[in-house]
């Protein structure tokens, strides 16, 4: 009798371990992120105002389909002002799916942020189902190369400095 408990005790240990294992590994669910990097174009440029393409692909990586889910650009100087954008869309698991926003702006440099949330506000936000990726859209005519102005001046200061002190060495 004593042996009998035992190997009941075990069975019924495996079996717990077994749930707890399979409830542990599995990821149910859907699961929306950002496939490669955002990308934009200048489409149109009248002087005054800059027409922009903005291509955004979202990926399901989870092993269910997503509820619907509303995906919205908004521009960062003016986050409480409506999106520019609001479109909804679900992804099958393993789906994928491409955005493009005609944005226009009047600034040359302009921080935008993409977002993607469920449409249905009883649903937890969590890292699977939202997001949030901003993208800085800078004009071609921008130049963004870092300058140091002055700084070279110091190296020819030096430089000068250099060639007095070894001509004076030289000489005695």
């Not at 950002?34 to 692909?57: A, C, Q, V």
């Not at 979202?58 to 999106?83: F, S």
Request: with cysteine; net charge negative.
């Amino acid at each position: 009798m004593n042996g009998e408990k035992k190997i009941l005790y075990i069975i019924f240990s495996m079996i717990l371990i077994s749930f707890l294992t399979i409830n542990v590994c599995a990821n149910p669910g859907a699961d929306i992120d950002i496939k490669g990097t955002p990308s934009y174009n200048l489409h149109k440029d009248d002087g005054t105002r800059y027409y922009y393409f903005i291509n955004i692909t979202l990926e399901n990586n989870g092993d269910e389909d997503t509820t619907e889910t509303r995906i919205k650009l908004y521009e960062d100087d003016n986050p409480t002002l409506n999106p520019l954008t609001d479109e909804t869309f679900t992804l099958k698991s393993g789906g994928e799916k491409s955005f493009t926003f005609d944005w226009p702006t009047t600034n040359k440099v302009q921080t935008v942020s993409i977002r993607w949330m469920p449409t249905d506000l009883n649903i937890d936000h969590d890292d699977t189902n939202y997001g949030n990726y901003s993208i800085q859209v800078v004009h071609p005519s921008v130049n963004t190369e870092q300058q140091t102005p002055g700084f070279e001046i110091v190296f020819l200061i030096l430089s000068i400095l250099s060639l007095v002190f070894f001509h004076r060495r030289k000489k005695t």
